[in-house]
C-alpha cells in the first residue's frame, strides 16, 4: 500500500469518527435538554413560592440533646463550668437529660452566649 493510499485511509477513518462524535453530540443535546426541560417542568409543579417562602422563613433548625450535651460539655470544659450549671438551674431541671425539647433553642441560644 502506498503511502498516500494509507493517509486517504485514515482520513476516511478520521471523518467517520468526527461524524459519529458530531451525531453523539446532537443525542446528548438532546437528552440532557429535554431532562432538563422535565426537571423544570417538575419543579413548577411542586413550588409554590407563595407558600414555600413562608414555611422556609418559620422551619428553624431542630436543635438535639446530643448538640447541647456537646456545647455544654465544652462550655465546661473552657472553664465555665459553673456558668453551665447555673443555666441548666435557670431552666428548673436537675440534668440536661430532662430538660423539655421545646426550650432547647432558647437554652442552645443561651449557651452559644456564653
Given at each position: 500500500m502506498s503511502k498516500t493510499s494509507e493517509l486517504d485511509a485514515v482520513f476516511t477513518e478520521l471523518e467517520k469518527c468526527g461524524r459519529t462524535l458530531a451525531e453523539i453530540a446532537i443525542d446528548l443535546r438532546k437528552m440532557f435538554s429535554t431532562a432538563e426541560t422535565d426537571a423544570l417542568n417538575g419543579f413548577e409543579e411542586i413550588y409554590d413560592p407563595a407558600t414555600d417562602e413562608a414555611q422556609e422563613e418559620t422551619h428553624q433548625k431542630t436543635i438535639t440533646l446530643e448538640e447541647i450535651r456537646g456545647l455544654a460539655a465544652s462550655k465546661a470544659q473552657s472553664g465555665l463550668r459553673k456558668e453551665v450549671k447555673a443555666l441548666v438551674m435557670k431552666y428548673g431541671v436537675a440534668s440536661l437529660s430532662v430538660?423539655?425539647?421545646?426550650?432547647?433553642?432558647?437554652?442552645?441560644?443561651?449557651?452559644?452566649?456564653?
Open positions: 430538660l423539655p425539647e421545646d426550650k432547647f433553642p432558647e437554652f442552645m441560644a443561651e449557651l452559644e452566649a456564653m
